[in-house]
């Protein structure tokens, strides 16, 4: 999904704004030790409804229960309490969807903390399910690797948007200019045709366009950009990084649940 400059801009002036507002501050513990995230005061539905479930001790002695290295580490579901070994796990609860908060300026970075939901064919308004809870781990990507992402993604967009306005009536006319050497008219034409195209792949949902926010982040920290404008992340990693490292670095068994049960406590800490 592309970002516009109008929402970024946007959801920075906000984000600006939240700093004024109090912190607020959860630690998720395990056996492997305890990551504390800082939630942003500019998702405030799944700042709060994370914070109410965490203070009435919904998420305790549940399980991180999908464990995938280079990707992220995800649990809280309440099915996983106490749930006997090799059960495939992560069934949602519909009494705990949030409307999607999807900002910009909040993407999965290492240690993003974020919300996950149904896919699009039975959501398609993105809501999440706020009784789970998943962190990125992700890895750090080059610029040419972002580079060729965005390729892989558009070349489609690009594929059907010529399709549509490059016509057969189009290319007779251009040949006929080049035939009879009348340059101004062909070039014209011609770049009103590349232009036309370009609109039309930009503003295609489809479209994909790191910004500079993004580029910064994958390039140095790292995380995992797939994600980015389908889920909402509501809050980020403070300490604890090696923590997640560890976690991530479990073995696993074919639906990638540790073969070891690892324990979540969340608690508030302001």
Do not use: W
Request: hydrophobic share 35%; proline share 4%; aromatic share 8%.
């Amino acid at each position: 999904m592309k970002f516009s400059v109008l929402s970024l801009v946007l959801a920075l002036f906000f984000s600006l704004n939240s700093t004024a507002q109090n912190e607020h501050i959860v630690e998720i513990s395990t056996d492997m030790g305890s990551m504390r995230f800082k939630l942003y005061n500019d998702t405030p539905k799944h700042r709060d409804a994370f914070l109410e479930l965490a203070r009435d001790g919904y998420y305790e002695n549940t399980l991180f229960y999908r464990v995938i290295e280079n990707f992220m580490i995800q649990g809280g579901s309440k099915t996983t309490r106490n749930a006997p070994p090799g059960k495939k796990l992560g069934i949602g609860d519909p009494d705990h969807q949030v409307d999607d908060e999807i900002l910009p300026n909040h993407i999965h970075k290492r240690g993003a903390l974020c919300a996950p939901r149904q896919p699009d064919e039975k959501n398609p308004a993105k809501q999440s399910d706020i009784s789970q809870f998943y962190i990125v781990q992700g890895e750090i990507y080059t610029e040419g690797l972002l580079d060729t992402l965005e390729l892989v993604n558009n070349q489609p967009i690009k594929r059907e948007a010529t399709a549509l306005i490059y016509t057969e009536e189009i290319k007779e006319e251009l040949a006929r200019l080049r035939e009879e050497k009348k340059v101004d008219e062909f070039r014209k034409i011609a770049n009103k045709v590349k232009s036309d195209i370009d609109m039309s792949m930009r503003t295609n949902d489809d479209y994909l366009e790191f910004t500079d926010i993004q580029r910064e982040a994958y390039t140095t920290v790292g995380g995992y950009p797939n994600l980015d404008g389908d889920y909402t992340v509501f809050g980020e990693c403070i300490s604890g990084f090696d923590v997640i490292d560890k976690i991530a670095a479990l073995p696993t068994d074919k639906n990638d649940r540790p073969l070891t049960d690892l324990k979540i406590s969340v608690k508030v800490i302001q």
